[in-house]
């Protein structure tokens, strides 16, 4: 989704990140002042896991993905973000390198808020500091979740779970037939944290359950209500 207000107009755009909601205009003209305008062509990594952070990034355009390499060699894919999200505030929290390898997967436009930057905005505003700590429990929950369903769901519950995942956080294109998911079986695999070869046989078990339709590189969900079936188990 792109708006070209986000790029030529910070503030306004600083407005809808979940991390200023609620916040004082006061707070916003400061992020707006201080923020540094950085745009990625696709495929450019943004930062790679265990590199020092000193920038909080806000995304304003395109399509990132956060990425690990787990203990086996596999990348395991976190999350696909878009706009108006935030990410790379880990490594500024404690001095810590950064979690996770950014990408981008399309042409990206972000706004950069630097360590000292954001630690004032942090003091200085509660409200900020407590959207921060609302973000990071959110991501809590949903890390618990996943473990959860990657640990006693089979395939086609693990590639539904990821589906509806992609499916409730907009990462999908919606038209007449449903919601079009633009990803290869690898993507998949990665996001489900299994095989290639797994996530095919399991994308022929949930179109036979008629709760998607595949075609090369895109899945179409056309019953998420099935999908959620399928993943508690009464389908
Ligand atoms: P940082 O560690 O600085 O760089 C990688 C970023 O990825 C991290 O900050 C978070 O913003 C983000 N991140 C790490 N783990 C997750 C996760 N499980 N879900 C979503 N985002 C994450």
């Excluded at 990803?183 to 022929?204: C, I, W």
Aim: proline letters at 4%.
């Amino acid at each position: 989704m792109n708006d070209p207000t986000r790029a030529s107009d910070p503030t306004a755009f600083l407005a809808t990140v979940p991390l200023f909601h609620g916040a004082p205009a006061r707070a916003l003209e400061v992020a707006a002042s201080v923020v540094r305008s950085r745009r990625f062509e696709p495929d450019t990594v943004l930062f790679r896991e265990g590199d020092t952070g000193d920038a909080l990034y806000l995304l304003a355009e395109g399509l990132v993905k956060l990425s690990k390499v787990d203990l086996g060699g596999h990348e395991k894919t976190l999350a696909l973000l878009q706009p108006p999200e935030f990410f790379g505030e880990m490594a500024l929290l404690g001095h810590a390198t950064r979690s996770a390898t950014a990408v981008a997967l399309s042409h990206v436009s972000t706004f950069l808020l630097y360590r000292d930057d954001f630690q004032r905005l942090l003091t200085a505003y509660p409200t900020v500091s407590l959207n921060l700590t609302t973000t990071l429990a959110n991501r809590l929950r949903g890390m618990d979740d996943e473990a959860q369903v990657l640990s006693y769901k089979d395939a086609p519950g693990r590639v539904a779970y990821v589906l509806l995942r992609l499916y409730r956080s907009g990462v999908v294109e919606l038209d007449a037939g449903g919601a079009l998911v633009r990803l290869t079986h690898q993507d998949l695999a990665n996001l489900a944290g299994t095989s290639r070869e797994t996530v095919t046989r399991a994308l022929k078990a949930l179109e036979a359950e008629g709760v998607i339709v595949t075609r090369p590189k895109e899945v179409t969900i056309v019953d998420a209500e099935g999908l959620e079936e399928v993943l508690h188990g009464v389908r």
